[in-house]
């Protein structure tokens, strides 16, 4: 049996007075039809980056609206790891020539996994490359049963088409995929049906809920941060893509204007990333003993409350992305109110409005520029965050992303 991820409970209701009515009307109105759906979620870790944060909180609220939601998490050799890590990084546009070996070792994980699979399910939603083909093994045996939604997290644009032509086959075999973005479908995948679907962060979680000052104030004593000076934030895994180095180079650019700017870097080692522990040290190395540069990670204890009081804390927060599918933390900065400087890349420049929530940089210099104007007109940044806050109010809240998930599992189950 594959394993289940505990999740605690939730209720829609919590949401009325935060996201608009209309939302909530819909959800309640689809979850009445679709009372007892049996839905499945699969994902390959149930720790750090942005797919588990989203269904630590989706499958709760899809119980509470009246499904039988259920989130489980395949399991993987360390070998498993490295390869889908070299596939996503593929799939966002490094070279990778994909030895036999390789795939040998993606798809054996998967058989395993899919012999593993037990239950029966109306809807299963996969998440990401990792399990993508267990469905083949299943389908190929005769045990598929129900929908099956393939869940794109990643920024295909650049896909090198090596490794998107080895997993389109095992796409296609899907009911339905799901993007964030439509400059993301790949023009030659072939599935039944496609859908634009944005993620959103639960303004309801301990990472995102309002906190005191007070305990603002602890975490950054303890973390030994000086709450008085100015503080430029990126929040995210140690990985190529996120340029931690290329942040250091911006706040060293942001420095020389502001010499009192300090910066924190605060990742999450995910259990299915062998590579951050490498980009972590090659990170530290970069910043080159600088004490006003803070490395956290969860292994000093960083944990939701603290990212929480991390970003509440910033001046600015930084998502210098080089490729990003969306970038859950940009939306988490701007609804604490936090101006963002955003790559403009991916899923960024949905949530960084350009002049209005933050602004959309391209290199280093316009990065570390641009933190700098912010940090010195504390009014302008202001401004952006009760923007921004609205920006994310209206459009990345977990409600409407359930009502699209709902009505994607309706058209589904109807047709
Ligand atoms: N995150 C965290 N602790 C950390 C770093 C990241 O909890 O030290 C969370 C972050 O707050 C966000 C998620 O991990 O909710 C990252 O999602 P995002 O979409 O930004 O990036 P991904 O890791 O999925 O590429």
Request: net charge negative; proline share 5%; glycine share 8%.
């Amino acid at each position: 049996m594959l394993t289940s991820v505990p999740v605690g409970t939730n209720s829609l209701k919590n949401y009325e007075d935060i996201v608009d009515e209309e939302i909530i009307e819909k959800i309640r109105r689809l979850g009445g039809e679709m009372k007892g759906l049996r839905v499945l979620n699969l994902s390959s870790t149930a720790f750090g980056g942005g797919v588990a944060e989203l269904l630590y909180t989706l499958v709760p609220l899809m119980r509470d609206v009246g499904l039988i939601a259920d989130w489980q998490i395949i399991q993987g050799s360390e070998d498993f790891f490295t390869v889908t890590k070299l596939f996503h990084n593929a799939l966002q546009g490094t070279e990778l020539i994909a030895t036999p070996e390789m795939i040998d070792t993606y798809l054996t994980n998967n058989r395993n996994n899919a012999n593993m699979f037990s239950g029966e399910y109306d809807i299963v939603m996969v998440h990401d490359p990792q399990p993508a083909a267990i469905l083949s093994f299943l389908e190929d045996k005769g045990k598929k049963t129900g929908k099956w939604i393939w869940r794109c997290h990643i920024d295909l644009t650049a896909a090198r088409p090596g490794v998107w032509e080895f997993l389109r086959p095992y796409i296609e075999r899907y009911d339905a995929a799901v993007f964030t973005m439509p400059q993301y479908v790949k023009e030659d995948l072939c599935v039944g049906k496609i859908a634009i679907v944005a993620p959103t962060i639960d303004p309801l979680s301990p990472k995102n809920i309002p906190i005191e000052y007070d305990t603002i104030l602890n975490v950054l004593n303890r973390y030994n941060i000086d709450i008085k000076r100015p503080i430029i934030t990126q929040v995210s895994r140690f990985d190529p893509w996120k340029d931690p180095l290329g942040v250091i180079d911006a706040y060293r650019i942001a420095k020389e204007e502001v010499p009192g700017a300090q910066l924190l870097m605060v990742a999450s080692m995910a259990t299915d990333d062998p590579e951050g522990f490498h980009y972590y040290e090659k990170t530290s190395r970069y910043a080159n003993g600088d004490p006003d540069i803070h490395l956290l990670s969860n292994l000093e204890g960083v944990g939701n409350l603290e990212v929480n009081a991390f970003q509440r804390a910033s001046n600015v927060v930084i998502q210098k992305s080089l490729r990003e599918g969306f970038g859950l933390v940009v939306s988490e900065a701007l609804w604490k109110e936090r101006p963002v400087i955003g790559g403009d890349v991916g899923g960024i420049p949905l949530q960084v409005i350009n002049g209005k929530t933050g602004f959309l940089v391209s290199d280093t210099e316009q990065c570390g520029k641009k933190a700098a104007l912010l940090l010195k007109n504390p009014e302008m940044a202001r401004e952006m965050g009760i923007y921004g806050k609205e920006h994310v109010r209206k459009n990345f809240l977990s409600p409407r992303q359930l009502a699209d998930y709902m009505q994607l599992f309706i058209d589904l189950y109807q047709t």
